[in-house]
């Protein structure tokens, strides 16, 4: 009986060295968007993005799951933002036509950080003038937050009356479905350069 007890204590302690091992030297996940991305924070199994419910530019009520149905490329601004918005919707709007002509789906989409002012009739004029496959989201105030909160979006009122502006971060999102967030783009980037880096990762999904 003994025996047997000392047995079955060597194949414990065996088996607890083992997942030890196993434990400490596994070799690390590999990243098959390893080569496509030029970010640490994108690398790094970031928390950005999330489930959010708001309001098309038809006045239709969506989820993220609608409208992350393909690689999109996901903004954050308003539409009287007197310049950084517009040319930033316009890069991303120009991007995902080379990306078409190049064989790839991917869908431009603006989030409104100021609901009070960016109706759904209001957005469907801004993102219609950039492209026919713009999808232009808002809500009420609390709904707009919570999905800054999810992709860590800065967003801050300045100024009173009709002509106040918003303060806000500028960087473009690469989400997919299935995958969320895998990279992000600066403003400072072209559309020729965005497109390509996109199509690196949508080559892979």
């Not at 007197?82 to 919707?89: A, E, G, L, S």
């Not at 009070?116 to 009420?140: H, N, Q």
């Not at 999905?147 to 106040?164: I, M, S, T």
Request: net charge negative; proline share 5%.
């Amino acid at each position: 009986m003994r025996r047997v007890v000392l047995i079955l204590a060597a194949f414990v302690v065996l088996g607890t060295v083992a997942l030890a091992l196993f434990v400490t030297f596994r070799p690390e996940p590999v990243d098959k968007f390893a080569e496509c991305r030029s970010s640490k924070i994108a690398g790094g199994g970031a928390t950005i993005g999330g489930p959010f419910e708001l309001t098309n530019q038809d006045g239709v009520r969506v989820t993220d799951k609608d409208v992350i149905d393909r690689p999109a490329l996901v903004y954050f601004g308003y539409t009287f933002c007197p310049d950084v918005c517009p040319y930033d919707t316009f890069r991303n709007a120009e991007a995902t036509k080379i990306l078409a002509e190049r064989g790839f789906d991917v869908k431009p989409v603006m989030i409104t950080i100021d609901p009070a002012r960016d109706t759904p009739e209001t957005m469907k004029a801004f993102v219609g003038y950039l492209s026919d496959k713009m999808v232009g989201l808002t809500g009420t105030q609390e709904e707009i937050t919570k999905a800054e909160k999810e992709y860590r979006v800065y967003a801050a009122k300045q100024g009173d009356g009709e002509d106040y502006l918003m303060d806000h971060s500028t960087s473009t999102y690469l989400m997919a479905p299935g995958y969320g967030f895998l990279e992000f783009f600066p403003r400072t980037m072209e559309e020729e350069e965005m497109a390509d880096k996109v199509q690196c990762f949508v080559e892979k999904l």
